[in-house]
DNA sequence: ATGGTCGGTGTCCGA
């Protein structure tokens, strides 16, 4: 099974985009994020030309949004909520095959990296902390569960292009990192792509529109991540980022899809 | 040290 996972800001500008990804890269499963598209607007038409028929969407007008589209089918679907808003940061399914699959988008947390002040740094790690409380008897380590997403944290030193710039960056403060810690610890989630790319060689998922070139200047971070269970872990048989596709014509996402085959 | 660019929406907000 090949599954990818992208922030495709706005999945209604780019299904173009959506559809090269498909063609060149055949996954099974595709975790979106920032799909920005109430659910009764989703563009499903092309998608399930293609074979995706079988979908699991949470969206909202303008913000947000998270869609699971699988060419297998799906046995159930759940959208979790989190922090008392209906917000559409997460989105889940048991596949027939019987593997599980969240689609998770968690808040980007704002500028200023302290929860006193900010409430969207506050946001983020209440966020955090309640998966964290919910993840030990929801998530059992010995099923296969993947958990893919834009989890806007890049928790390694070799996961952005200056550990040291960006310590009091929100993204890759010790705060944050700290507390996506212990969600991973939660379960004992394998982080996939670090199964294949171990420290310190660098990984980035995202650059800044604002680069005047993001290839050049190369300041990226990696804020997408793919987790699976330990019982996953024998079975991941390879990756592939996408970075490529941060040029893709007319108009790229900031964020590039992460792909991992399991089984 | 600062500001830089996007998308969706509506004349700003969130990233």
Known sequence: MRLATWNINSVRL???????????????VVCLQETKVPDGSFPHGPLAE??????????MKSYNGVAILSRIPLASAAQPNWCERTDCRHVSAVLANGVEVHSL???????????????????????????????????????????AGDLNIAPLESDVWNHRALLDVVSHTPVEVERLGAMQASVGWVDAV???VPEPERVYTWWSYRASDWEASD???????????????????GHKVLRAARGWAPKPSDHVPVIVDIG
């Open 14 to 28: 780019r299904m173009d985009l959506l559809l090269r990804l498909i063609e060149e890269e055949a996954p099974d």
């Open 50 to 59: 293609r074979g995706f028929v079988h979908t699991a969407i949470a969206g």
């Open 105 to 147: 988008y968690v808040p980007a947390g704002g500028d200023e990296p302290d929860p006193v002040v900010n409430d969207k740094f506050a946001h983020k790690l209440r966020f955090l902390d309640e998966l964290t409380a919910w993840m030990p008897g929801a998530i059992a380590p010995d099923r296969p569960v993947v958990l």
């Open 194 to 196: 670090r199964r294949f």
């Open 219 to 237: 300041r990226g971070r990696r804020l997408d991540h793919v987790w699976v269970t330990p019982a996953l872990a024998h079975a991941l048989k």
